[in-house]
């Protein structure tokens, strides 16, 4: 199992590497694609690159107590606002918050992503740090949730990057795939093996 726990340096050059490639997303989307329905159930393209946006320049704190104000922030933002708040430095400072933020920003890129049919090649250093970071206690249960829990009890193997972790049926296909399922979305096709009516059942 490749850990790519990634140092202080690397993951602030993979969190900005990352938020400039969703900044560039944001800018070039058109106007019926920001109302399309996410990858993300319940969500808009809209409604995931403003949670993002917002997620991603605040701290904890902030981010627990401003549900109400994010809400009613909602209805005034505009895409090119949005992608102007997208493009502001992160807030994140030590390697767990950075881990946190990073996850984010792959995850919700592909919700996006997989909604406008607009595929790319996630980094391989960049998707194994994110793969191992959502079964972290910390950052799977704040930015991944439930994906240590979907995980337990089966075989992960990428077959794009060196990276498998757990013990038991197997799952395997793309780094991005096996994140994505992880992460509760629902994927019709990306995986194999006797372990993925486990994995997306759950």
Known sequence: MAMGGGTRESLRSMLEAEQADFVALAEQLTPGQWQAPSFCDGW???????????HTHRNLRE??????????RRGRDTPATLAALLAAPVQAHLA??????????????????RAVGLDRHIPSERITVVLNSVRTQ????????????RCAGLHLVADDIVW??????EVHGSGEALLMAMSG???SSG????????????
């Open 191 to 202: 995986l194999d093996g006797a372990g993925v009516a486990i994995l997306t059942n759950r």
């Open 63 to 72: 981010l627990v107590q401003g549900s109400e104000r994010q809400a009613a």
């Open 44 to 54: 808009s393209v809209f409604d995931v690159v403003h949670h993002v946006a917002l």
């Open 138 to 149: 910390w950052v799977g249960r704040l930015a991944a949730v439930g994906a240590r829990e």
């Open 164 to 169: 498998s972790c757990g013990a038991g049926a």
């Open 96 to 113: 767990w918050e950075m881990r946190l933020q990073l996850v984010e920003l792959v995850i919700h890129q592909q919700d996006v992503r």
């Open 185 to 187: 979305r629902r994927l």
